[in-house]
């Protein structure tokens, strides 16, 4: 029986190479392709309209958007034209973004869980067709609907999929989300307790653990060269310890470590600071924290964290060869 797979795209790659990527992995039987929307790179919806475009069956999803900077009419039109493109193959994956890029250009993330109940809330709404109003702290529409004049006037089946890192919002997303993206650069063992949060939200809503879909971004980083394979996922641990700290505390990275190395790198990073502060990241914390390694040492550490309530690993590639990886955990 075929296991669920997904692959992750960040911007590690010429973007018309990653269409490539993506009709390599519908091909070899991968379930879904995430596009990466975080640092002031690429954003995620063109990329995914790429996809769509490009493939037949492959679902395609936002890995993840932030709920700030679009607004909710814009947000909910933007997935009712993915799903045109593409239907029932959409997934928006939505995030509370972090600081301090947040604050950097202007957004001030003032209570998330509110923010982020009410966008859940209003775009489901929305993507059912419903003419909504909704005065919130955040959200504020008036008799408002998608405005579907030429093409399918129907409630658009598009999985709303939280990107929680809190514990706060892992519970929130048990609450009112399909399902929620855990986040990467974490120990299997961190899914334990995001599990349990996971099942109080869903309390909540009458639901079960086994209601909500728990899809994992895993940097996996593939080579039969186990040093090349390692070291690739140290440049990217690297950037990213330094760059998002919830993500270093999430990986339970030493503070001192995490501020070694934000001395050296600026903003936007360079690739002479990266090369310049990689030994910082230690080959226990990529064991610890990455799927990374020979084919063989990959799939044994994704398969952790299916045991530890993963259900459909996305696959973060940390560089290299990114064919080898999709035939690494290839469905057919």
């Known amino acids: 029986m075929a296991e669920r797979v997904a692959l992750y795209l960040q911007d590690a790659h010429d973007l018309r190479d990653g269409l490539e990527y993506v009709k390599y992995a519908e091909k070899r039987g991968f379930e879904a392709v995430w596009q990466a929307e975080s640092r002031l790179v690429r954003d995620a919806i063109v990329p995914m309209a790429a996809y769509a475009a490009v493939t037949e069956k492959i679902k395609i999803g936002s890995g993840v958007i932030?709920?700030?900077?679009?607004n909710i009419g814009l947000l909910a039109a933007t997935y009712l034209t993915l799903d045109d493109l593409a239907p029932d193959r959409i997934i928006c994956g939505i995030g509370a973004w972090w600081d301090p890029l947040a604050a950097n250009v202007g957004i001030d993330r003032k209570k998330p869980l509110r923010a982020m109940y009410e966008t859940i809330v209003v775009m489901r709404k929305l993507l059912n067709l419903e003419r909504v109003s909704y005065d919130g702290e955040f959200v504020h529409v008036k008799d408002i609907e998608l405005d579907v004049v030429h093409g399918r006037r129907e409630p658009r089946n598009v999985p709303l999929m939280i990107g929680a890192t809190g514990d706060k919002m892992m519970e929130l997303s048990g609450e009112i989300a399909d399902g929620v993206v855990l986040n990467y650069c974490v120990e299997p063992s961190y899914n334990e307790k995001a599990l349990e949060l996971l099942s109080i939200g869903a309390a909540r809503s009458g639901r079960k653990l086994e209601d909500i879909d728990r899809p994992q971004l895993i940097v996996c980083s593939v080579d039969h060269d186990h040093d090349k394979a390692y070291d690739a996922t140290r440049m990217l641990l690297t950037q990213y310890l330094a760059q998002q700290p919830h993500i270093a505390k999430a990986s339970n990275v030493s503070m001192d470590v995490v501020a070694e190395i934000q001395?050296?790198?600026g903003w936007p990073a360079?690739?002479?600071?990266?090369?310049?502060a990689k030994h910082f990241v230690s080959d226990e914390l990529i064991e610890r924290i990455t799927a990374s390694g020979t084919p063989e040492e990959a799939r044994t550490k994704v398969n952790e964290y299916r045991k530890n309530g993963c259900t459909c690993p996305i696959l973060y590639s940390a560089g290299g060869d990114i064919r080898l990886l999709i035939d690494t955990f290839a469905q057919n």
């Open 66 to 70: 932030n709920n700030w900077t679009r």
């Open 270 to 276: 360079t690739h002479e600071q990266i090369e310049k």
């Open 263 to 265: 001395s050296i790198l």
